[in-house]
């Protein structure tokens, strides 16, 4: 009888085909969570919205078209993060306090007017922090940070995309209804050119300082690199360009605390680690007038500091609670500000610090510095202690960094539909969930960490 051959190499390329296939698949899967993110995270609002990026803007200024393709994004990602729901309730257990802020934010809604909307902007509010939990829960913590990375850089090059095929969207006109004073300036995919800079400025050091943890691709890391220099330069935001400096300058001191941690301990080495980053971070405010005039922006921030002092009366009045979450500070701060100086419409404090206790009060001051110190310690003690086998373990420190310094001059502490507190978010819980790994792991052993013929001369 003649033996039936079988037919190896149709085998190999029929399971090469499922191989692609299954890529493919991957790739798909994760370019709608990518997309899923920035659409969450405020991108394409102009262009989801429908309005006319022309009319004049107001505190009603939304449509029900942007409000369904914002929801859609949220249920994309509880889609993502629904087969791992008991890891996502660890997580959560494990950061209970990183709800604290969301669930302030819905008490407030008992003081603060028109309850209603109050209401339905704390939800959202909670479902952002909600997604950067969702984001760890649904891959390792490591391709977690991985994708942070790649959202922030797809919309580094979605925006360099609208800038020349939709500039009415991509760029700031003249025409616009709402600070026609940046004419000319990039916003990209977002509504405004300080998210374009602040979020160029953070993707320049995913890309600087991340490493094959951030892009694995030289080539790719590269591109990134220079479309990120190239937005965060024509955005003209003088706060996203104090950001880059930070972050690229917080390495070196980073580097100088690991050897300091082999020299003398990691407790000392986190100490001094913590107290260099610390006086960087405090130096910020006093150098960014200087700063900013020297490469010719406004010291003032482009108008902050004199609304800075048209509210700071009116935290003082209510330094408990504050007024409210979202509509305290619309109904009543934004109200006064605009009746006692030349300011159109003001979404929030433009601090972030400010903005929180204005909304929620020193209380709310409180538990975001509290965070913040956390975060701060957390991510210093898992870059100090991580090897240079993985380059994963400095993303979270400049989340952390980037995050302290953006909200000097911007305010996203409790920002709802916003993609820098989710960012904030997944970064704390992602560090969290390394640092516990790597503290079950443990150190390498002496011999381990050896290399070359002295390793083996024992046998």
């Given at each position: 009888m003649t033996p039936v051959r079988i037919d190896q190499g149709s085998d190999g390329a029929l399971n090469a085909g499922v191989g692609n296939f299954a890529a493919l698949g991957r790739i798909a899967a994760r370019s709608v969570l990518?997309?899923?993110?920035?659409?969450?995270?405020?991108?394409?609002?102009?262009?989801?919205?429908?309005?006319?990026?022309?009319?004049?803007?107001?505190?009603?200024?939304?449509?029900?078209?942007?409000?369904?393709?914002v929801g859609g994004a949220f249920l994309v990602l509880a889609a993502f993060a629904a087969p791992r729901l008991r890891r996502m309730a660890e997580l959560v257990m494990a950061n209970l306090l990183m709800l604290a802020l969301p669930l302030l934010a819905l008490v407030s809604v008992a003081w603060a007017p028109e309850q209603a909307v109050a209401a339905r902007r704390a939800v959202a509010f909670t479902a952002t922090v909600l997604a950067g939990f969702a984001l760890v829960a649904a891959a390792p913590a490591e391709a977690g940070l991985r994708l942070l990375a790649q959202t922030t850089a797809t919309a580094v090059a979605l925006s360099l995309v609208y800038i020349v095929a939709r500039p009415a969207y991509g760029v700031h006109q003249l025409s616009d209804g709402m600070q026609n004073v940046h004419a000319g300036d990039w916003r990209g995919v977002f509504g405004h050119r300080t998210v374009l800079g602040q979020l160029s400025a953070l993707t320049l050091g995913f890309a600087v300082h991340g490493g094959r943890?951030?892009?694995?691709?030289?080539?790719?890391?590269?591109?990134?690199?220079?479309?990120?220099?190239?937005?965060?330069?024509?955005?003209?935001?003088?706060?996203?360009?104090?950001?880059?400096?930070?972050?690229?300058?917080?390495?070196?001191?980073?580097?100088?605390?690991?050897s300091s941690a082999r020299r003398m301990g990691g407790a000392y080495a986190l100490l001094l680690g913590g107290a260099a980053l610390a006086t960087l971070a405090l130096a910020v405010p006093l150098m960014a007038p200087a700063l900013l005039s020297a490469i010719g922006k406004d010291p003032t921030l482009t108008g902050r500091q004199p609304l800075w002092a048209l509210i700071l009366p009116a935290a003082r009045a209510r330094p408990g609670l504050g007024y409210g979450y979202s509509t305290g500070f619309r109904d009543v701060v934004a109200r006064l500000v605009s009746d006692h100086s030349g300011f159109g419409y003001v979404p929030n404090a433009q601090n972030g610090y400010l903005d929180v206790v204005l909304n929620l009060g020193l209380l709310g001051l409180v538990l975001t510095l509290t965070i913040l110190a956390l975060a701060l310690r957390r991510a210093l003690a898992l870059a100090l202690a991580a090897g240079a086998d993985q380059p994963a373990a400095i993303l979270p420190l400049l989340v952390v960094l980037f995050t302290a310094v953006m909200n000097i001059g911007e305010a996203t502490f409790i920002a709802p539909n916003d993609i820098f507190p989710v960012i904030y978010t997944a970064a704390i819980v992602a560090s969290g969930e390394m640092l516990r790994r790597s503290r079950r792991i443990g150190p390498p052993p002496p011999d381990a960490r050896r290399s070359g013929p002295a390793a083996g001369t024992s046998r």
């Open positions: 990518v997309l899923a993110l920035l659409v969450a995270g405020g991108g394409f609002s102009l262009q989801l919205s429908g309005l006319d990026p022309h009319a004049p803007v107001g505190p009603d200024s939304a449509s029900l078209q942007s409000q369904a393709a943890a951030a892009f694995r691709r030289s080539a790719v890391r590269r591109a990134v690199i220079a479309a990120s220099c190239l937005c965060l330069w024509r955005a003209h935001s003088g706060g996203g360009l104090i950001s880059a400096a930070v972050l690229l300058a917080a390495p070196p001191l980073l580097a100088f605390g690991r």
